[in-house]
């Protein structure tokens, strides 16, 4: 009988090794789905297996990624991007099949596949990778389901920033001459700001990306660094880590916070608050982060911030007029046209600023824009890359603009543009001016590379 049960467990052990999946092996059946899979906004092939669906990882290069392969390591490494470049997402077939059929089987891989630096589950498929997205919700990726429309819609977290990715500037430092009182009230509109007490010696600013909000106060050498001792004392014992702090749980500062500082954002009270302190050169800096739940709002959403530390009572009110939007940011928004757009590159003369634009109508398809945009007026010009584009070699929408200069010459803007092959390798550059007055742009020469 003592013989047998090692016997007994070599065998079980010899056939489990022999049972395990291989690459190549299959590892079941996938269905047709009736369910409409986007990613980042656009439609994305997509099967179902066992319930969840998978999407093509190939495909995700056109979706606002960069897929590599490395054959030498057997991975597949997607990294997804700020911006869609890489050309137009692909027509999706749909299924002849009714919802619940079986279409074929997926297989074992020993292809390992990398979504921003972290393994996801993939299989086989036809010869290309499908990665599981309700999976993806480990990335930070947002995966919302629609079960009335039958809808799956997947969006990376750098294209949510696009909507929830922005700073607010609530407060500039100013020089000052006498010690802080250790109170402030600092109540932030649209309209208009109003503040007391120490509110001038230290800059703060609301940041937000998709996920979370943070405040940045700021002392400096040149503002109120030296004479903000006490205050500074006081945001110390609320402080929880980094530099000559102790590294600590937040949580348990929590309260002592909330006894001394009260933070609002479009009027919920903020009740999780972790302080986080940082030494620079010639500055100190504190980043307050907000732990609680808020709704997530975009900038132009922010109708409220208030931020007060110690007893305010009798402290004198000040309006200060709201800060407009720069010359410069101003007329950048103008040029603008859809989300997706984003300004790549720009330049100043006396007269004008010069934008180079990346337009993009739909996911993948992008167009250079150069547009010149007169400072007194407003007024922008017609894309000067559309003369440019009715020179041989140059017909085509992705065209990286460089070297932008008006050089020594009155009233020209000079500027090259690159054009690239289809592994977005440069194969040709341009030289050109443009006449600012008349926007008559002139070819002066080209080279092959």
Not at 87 to 106: C, W
Not at 260 to 274: D, H, V
Request: hydrophobic share 35%.
């Amino acid at each position: 009988m003592k013989r047998i049960i090692p016997l007994l467990f070599i065998f079980v052990f010899l056939f489990g090794l022999s049972a395990m999946a291989k690459s190549g092996d299959i590892a079941g059946v996938y269905y047709s789905t009736d369910i409409t899979t986007t990613l980042n906004g656009e439609e994305i092939d997509s099967i179902n297996i066992g319930g969840k669906t998978l999407i093509s990882a190939e495909d995700m290069h056109y979706y606002g990624f960069n897929v590599t392969w490395l054959g030498d390591q057997r991975k597949l490494v997607i990294h997804s991007q700020e911006h869609a470049e890489n050309g137009q997402v692909p027509t999706i077939k749909k299924s002849n099949y009714p919802s619940g059929n079986i279409i074929g089987n997926y297989y074992e891989t020993d292809i390992e596949t990398y979504l921003d630096d972290k393994i996801i589950t993939s299989y086989n498929i036809g010869g290309r990778t499908y990665i599981y997205a309700e999976e993806m919700m480990n990335f930070d990726y947002r995966v919302l389901w629609d079960e009335n429309e039958r809808t799956l819609s997947i969006t990376s977290p750098k294209f949510l920033n696009i909507d929830y990715a922005y700073s607010i500037n609530i407060n500039k430092e100013q020089a000052q001459t006498s010690e802080a009182n250790c109170a402030f009230k600092i109540n932030y509109t649209k309209d208009g700001t109003t503040v007391s007490g120490d509110y001038n010696y230290f800059g703060l600013s609301l940041h937000s990306n998709y996920k979370d909000y943070y405040f940045v106060m700021s002392f400096y050498q040149n503002g109120g660094l030296f004479y903000s001792g006490k205050l500074r004392d006081k945001l110390d014992l609320y402080a929880s880590g980094n530099h000559a702090v102790p590294v600590m749980n937040p949580e348990e500062k929590y309260e002592l916070i909330n006894q001394n500082l009260k933070i609002t954002i479009n009027g919920q009270e903020l009740k999780k608050i972790a302080i986080a302190r940082y030494f620079g050169n010639g500055h100190v800096t504190y980043y307050l982060y907000i732990n609680d739940e808020v709704k997530k709002y975009t900038k132009d959403e922010i109708e409220s911030i208030s931020v007060t530390m110690g007893n305010t009572d009798g402290l004198e009110e000040i309006k200060l007029p709201s800060e407009n939007e720069t010359l410069y940011e101003k007329l950048r928004r103008s040029v603008i046209k859809n989300k997706l757009d984003y300004v790549r590159t720009s330049y100043e003369t006396d007269e004008y600023f010069v934008f180079n634009v990346k337009e993009s109508e739909k996911l993948g398809k992008v167009c250079d824009r150069l547009y010149l945009v007169n400072k007194q007026t407003g007024e922008i010009s017609n894309d000067i890359l559309e003369d440019v584009r009715k020179i041989e070699g140059f017909n085509t929408d992705k065209m990286g603009v460089f070297a932008i200069s008006v050089k020594a010459v009155k009233n020209n803007l000079f500027f090259s543009c690159a054009i690239y092959d289809e592994n977005n390798a440069i194969k040709r550059t341009g030289d050109f001016y443009v006449e600012l007055d008349s926007q008559k742009v002139h070819f002066i020469a080209k080279s092959e590379r």
